[in-house]
C-alpha cells in the first residue's frame, strides 16, 4: 500500500489527479450501488404501500359515511313504520279503543248511552273493527265528537250516523245519535293466507 502511494506521488500531476478522480468516481458508484440504491428501492416499496393504506383508508371512510347514512335512513323507515302501526296495528286492542273512544265522548260533553263490539270483518290486508255506538248529546256536541275521532292517531271511521229524538233538557236541544264507528288492523300475511286458503276449502 505504501509503495502504491509513493508511486503515486511521485507520478506526474496528471496521472495523479486521474487517479484520485477514478478512485472518487468508484467509490461513489459502490456507495450508490451498495447503500443509496437499496434505501431508494424500499422508499419507493414504501411509498407504494402508503398509497395502498391511503386508497384503503379512503374505501373505508366511504363505506362508513355510507353506513350512517344507511342507519339513519333505517331510523327514518322504523319511526314512519312505528307510527303506521299507531294508525294501522297488528292487534285488535279493543279494550283501548273503547276506552280512547269513551274519553273522547266525555270530553266532547256525550253521554255514552251503549257501546257494542261486532264481529271483525276481514278484508284483503286489513280486518274492519265494527262498533255499534248510541250516545245523547246537542247538535254541536255530537259535532265535537266527531271531529275529535277524526283527530285520534288511530283510523277510526264514523258511518250509518242517524240523528233522532230530540228533547230539550237544561234549556238546550238534546239528540239521539246511532252510529257504527269502525277502527282497522293491519292483516299480516299469514293470517291472510291461513283465512283464503280457509275460503278455499269447500
Known amino acids: 500500500m505504501d509503495e502504491l502511494i509513493n508511486r503515486l506521488l511521485k507520478a506526474p500531476p496528471l496521472y495523479r489527479w486521474g487517479g484520485l478522480a477514478a478512485a472518487l468516481v468508484l467509490l461513489t458508484l459502490a456507495n450508490f450501488l451498495l447503500f443509496v440504491n437499496p434505501v431508494e428501492g424500499e422508499i419507493g416499496a414504501q411509498q407504494g404501500r402508503q398509497r395502498a393504506l391511503d386508497a384503503q383508508l379512503q374505501e373505508k371512510s366511504e363505506i362508513a359515511q355510507n353506513l350512517n347514512e344507511r342507519r339513519r335512513e333505517m331510523d327514518v323507515l322504523q319511526q314512519k313504520l312505528d307510527e303506521a302501526l299507531s294508525e294501522l296495528p297488528e292487534e285488535a286492542d279493543v279494550d283501548g279503543l273503547l276506552a280512547s273512544l269513551n274519553d273522547v265522548g266525555r270530553k266532547s260533553g256525550l253521554e255514552i248511552a251503549s257501546v257494542e263490539p261486532t264481529p271483525e270483518q ?5 280486518v274492519k273493527i265494527p262498533i255499534r255506538m248510541s ?17 285520534m292517531r288511530r283510523i277510526v271511521n264514523v258511518n250509518n250516523l242517524r240523528l233522532g229524538s230530540p228533547q230539550v233538557r237544561s234549556e238546550k236541544v238534546v239528540l239521539s245519535a246511532d252510529f257504527i264507528a269502525t277502527a282497522f ?3 299480516d300475511a299469514n293470517t291472510a293466507k291461513a283465512m283464503a286458503d280457509k275460503k278455499a276449502t269447500p
Open 185 to 187: 288492523r293491519f292483516l
Open 135 to 151: 250516545v245523547t248529546g246537542n247538535y254541536n256536541e255530537v259535532a265535537l265528537f266527531l271531529q275529535e275521532v277524526a283527530n
Open 122 to 126: 276481514p278484508a284483503q290486508i286489513y
